[in-house]
């Protein structure tokens, strides 16, 4: 018996979260709206957090992998003088610095010492995980254990004194993917001879998607399959090639029209449509995802 077609819907959503809400529970809350099970995230939003979150739906789920990556933006509040066991605002005061001789000039140049590559530990309230078991987890267990430094870049890393409320600090953030904010607010009070905890952060991009393309959980926007690998480099095929394509096959860069590039490259066919993400393979190319069509 031939197997139905999956009608869809396929796409990518992009929401913008509010506060209150963990992932998932966008997620979940979506599966219903959007009426299909096939629907999952691209990267993890502090329940507190708010802003850009990136859906997979249906076909798009199985180009995901191509979306973590992606660096990330983010605006925030820094509060100096307070730290908490979470880095954040959701957390217990676990510790209270007299930071008020703290210069402006001395912020700033706190802020720009951590940008570029650097090394964060993960905070213990986070998705990293160790032996097996998520940090929050262990956290709610009331456990603490040793986490290895992560290589991170900060791409950029601008304070201002947010108006009429000393010791807070307005933020923006530029970061590769895996980058806390929360531990770069942390760190900046560290730096200081103190201590800071962040609050009100918002993501504003993750790569090429920002608040402009959000909708909400209510009314998601469904964007076709191709948006989800629109930041890749990409090729237009004929029809002949196109079958070929959907059959798997592997291709020499002459034929696929890529010369000497790295890849990964979307592939479409010429009405547009997202036929695989091939990428370099042993001096050809091989497909890493095919997309039925």
Same mark, same amino acid.
């Given at each position: 018996?031939?197997?139905?077609?999956?009608?869809?819907?396929?796409?990518?959503?992009? !929401?913008?979260?509010?506060?209150?809400?963990?992932?998932?529970?966008?997620?979940?809350?979506?599966?219903?709206?959007?009426?299909?099970?096939?629907?999952?995230?691209?990267? $993890?939003?502090?329940?507190?957090?708010?802003?850009?979150?990136?859906?997979?739906?249906?076909?798009?789920?199985?180009?995901?992998?191509?979306?973590? /990556?992606?660096?990330?933006?983010?605006?925030?509040?820094?509060?100096?003088?307070?730290? $908490?066991?979470?880095?954040?605002? @959701?957390?217990? !005061?676990?510790?209270?610095?007299?930071?008020?001789?703290?210069?402006?000039?001395?912020?700033?140049?706190?802020?720009?010492?951590?940008?570029?590559?650097?090394?964060?530990?993960?905070?213990?309230?986070?998705?990293?995980?160790?032996? +097996?078991?998520?940090?929050?987890?262990?956290?709610?267990?009331?456990?603490?254990?040793?986490?290895?430094?992560?290589?991170?870049?900060?791409?950029?890393?601008?304070?201002?004194?947010?108006?009429?409320?000393? +010791? !807070?600090?307005?933020?923006?953030?530029?970061?590769?993917?895996?980058?806390?904010?929360?531990?770069?607010? @942390?760190?900046? +009070?560290?730096?200081?001879?103190?201590?800071?905890?962040?609050?009100?952060?918002?993501?504003?991009?993750?790569?090429?998607? $920002?608040?402009?393309?959000?909708?909400?959980?209510? /009314?998601?926007?469904?964007?076709?399959?191709?948006?989800?690998?629109?930041?890749?480099?990409?090729?237009?095929?004929? /029809?002949?090639?196109?079958?070929?394509?959907?059959?798997?096959?592997?291709?020499?860069?002459?034929?696929?029209?890529?010369?000497?590039?790295?890849?990964?490259?979307?592939?479409?066919?010429?009405?547009?449509?997202?036929?695989?993400?091939?990428?370099?393979?042993?001096?050809?190319?091989?497909? @890493?995802?095919?997309?039925?069509?």
């Amino acid at each position: 018996m031939a197997k139905k077609p999956d009608l869809g819907p396929h796409g990518v959503v992009v !929401i913008d979260k509010p506060a209150g809400w963990t992932s998932h529970d966008v997620v979940a809350k979506s599966r219903g709206v959007l009426g299909t099970r096939k629907v999952g995230h691209s990267g $993890t939003l502090d329940p507190d957090a708010t802003g850009v979150l990136v859906l997979g739906v249906g076909k798009a789920t199985r180009l995901l992998r191509f979306l973590t /990556e992606l660096p990330k933006s983010y605006v925030g509040e820094i509060v100096l003088g307070t730290e $908490t066991d979470t880095l954040d605002a @959701a957390g217990e !005061i676990t510790a209270t610095h007299d930071m008020s001789a703290v210069t402006d000039d001395a912020v700033r140049s706190a802020a720009a010492a951590l940008t570029g590559a650097i090394e964060q530990i993960p905070p213990m309230v986070s998705a990293v995980k160790v032996d +097996g078991k998520r940090l929050h987890e262990l956290a709610r267990e009331g456990k603490v254990v040793d986490r290895k430094p992560r290589p991170v870049t900060v791409f950029r890393y601008d304070v201002e004194p947010l108006d009429g409320e000393s +010791g !807070i600090w307005r933020c923006e953030v530029d970061c590769s993917s895996g980058t806390y904010v929360r531990t770069l607010a @942390a760190d900046l +009070g560290t730096a200081l001879g103190g201590g800071a905890h962040l609050r009100a952060l918002r993501r504003t991009a993750v790569g090429g998607y $920002t608040l402009d393309d959000a909708g909400s959980i209510e /009314e998601p926007v469904l964007l076709p399959v191709a948006a989800a690998v629109r930041h890749l480099p990409s090729v237009v095929v004929d /029809e002949p090639m196109a079958l070929d394509i959907s059959h798997g096959k592997r291709l020499e860069r002459e034929r696929l029209g890529v010369g000497e590039a790295d890849g990964p490259w979307a592939v479409l066919d010429e009405a547009g449509d997202l036929l695989a993400v091939y990428e370099a393979h042993k001096g050809a190319t091989k497909p @890493a995802v095919v997309i039925p069509r």
